[in-house]
C-alpha cells in the first residue's frame, strides 16, 4: 500500500515569493491533515478536510495561507509572499475518519526554507 | 489549551540498553495518547498507541500511561542505530475529531551508539 506522497522535497524561496505544496494521501482515506513543524519543535496543525470539505482552518493564517482539497482526494497548501517566519517542514497526514483511535498517517514533508 | 513536555530533550544509550523517553501533558481528560519517530528527511511513524492507564507494547517499544500523574513513558528496548531518531509524543482531548487535536511535545533527539 503507497503511503502519502507529498512533493517537492525541498523548496527554497525569498521573501515575498509564492509557493504551493502538494500531497497525495493514502487511497481510501477521507480526512487530511496539513501541520507545519517548525525546526526542533512538534508540528502544528494548520488545517485540515474531511472529504473536500475544510472541517477547520482556525490554524491557517487566512491572509497568506490557502488549502483546497477539491476532489477529496489530492491536496494543496499555498504560500502567497512567504516571509522568513514560514521557514518550517509542512507535513501532509490522512486517516480514516472511523473514530478517535484512528492513526495519522504522514508524508516525508516539504522542508521550505525562506530566505 | 493542552500542554505536553517531553524529558529528556537528547538522550544517548548503547545498543542493547533500554532507553526511556518521558512525557508529560496537562490536560488530565485526554485519552489518546501515541508515540511516534522521525528520521531526519523522512515522515513521522507511528510506534504505539494507548488509550487506557497500564502498558500497551508493539515489538520493542512500549508505552505507560498513567493519567493520574499526566505521564506517559515509551521504553524501547534493545535499541539499534537504526532507532536513532526524533521521538514525539502526542496527546488529545477526550472528543470528538480528537486526532485533529492531537498536541504534539517537542522532541527527544535519541542517538544509539554501536
Known amino acids: 500500500e503507497a503511503g502519502v506522497t507529498q512533493s517537492p522535497r525541498y523548496a527554497v524561496l525569498q521573501e515575498g515569493q509564492a509557493v504551493s505544496f502538494w500531497c497525495d494521501p493514502i487511497s481510501g482515506h477521507d480526512t487530511l491533515y496539513w501541520y507545519q513543524q517548525p525546526r526542533d519543535q512538534g508540528p502544528q496543525l494548520l488545517v485540515y478536510?474531511?472529504?473536500?470539505?475544510?472541517?477547520?482552518n482556525s490554524q491557517l493564517p487566512s491572509d497568506r495561507f490557502s488549502a483546497v482539497r477539491p476532489k477529496g482526494t489530492n491536496s494543496t497548501l499555498k504560500i502567497q509572499s512567504a516571509k522568513q517566519g514560514d521557514t518550517a517542514t509542512y507535513l501532509c497526514?490522512?486517516?480514516?475518519?472511523?473514530?478517535?483511535?484512528?492513526?495519522?498517517?504522514f508524508g516525508a514533508g516539504t522542508r521550505l526554507s525562506v530566505l | 489549551q493542552q500542554k505536553v513536555q517531553q524529558s529528556p530533550e537528547s538522550l544517548t544509550v548503547s545498543e542493547g540498553a533500554m532507553a526511556s523517553l518521558n512525557c508529560t501533558f496537562s490536560?488530565?481528560?485526554?485519552?489518546?495518547f501515541r508515540w511516534y519517530r522521525q528520521h531526519s528527511a523522512k515522515g513521522l511513524e507511528v510506534l504505539v498507541s494507548?488509550?487506557?492507564?497500564g502498558e500497551k507494547e508493539e515489538g520493542r517499544f512500549t508505552a505507560h500511561l498513567n493519567r493520574a500523574n499526566l505521564h506517559v513513558s515509551l521504553h524501547i528496548r534493545e535499541p539499534q542505530p537504526s532507532d536513532s531518531a526524533v521521538y514525539l509524543c502526542a496527546v488529545s482531548p477526550n472528543s470528538g475529531g480528537s486526532n485533529a487535536k492531537l498536541t504534539f511535545g517537542k522532541g527527544t533527539k535519541l542517538s544509539v551508539k554501536s
Open positions: 494507548i488509550f487506557s492507564d
Open positions: 478536510f474531511r472529504d473536500e470539505a475544510v472541517i477547520d
Open positions: 490536560d488530565g481528560t485526554s485519552n489518546n
Open positions: 497526514a490522512s486517516s480514516d475518519w472511523g473514530g478517535f483511535q484512528d492513526t495519522l498517517y
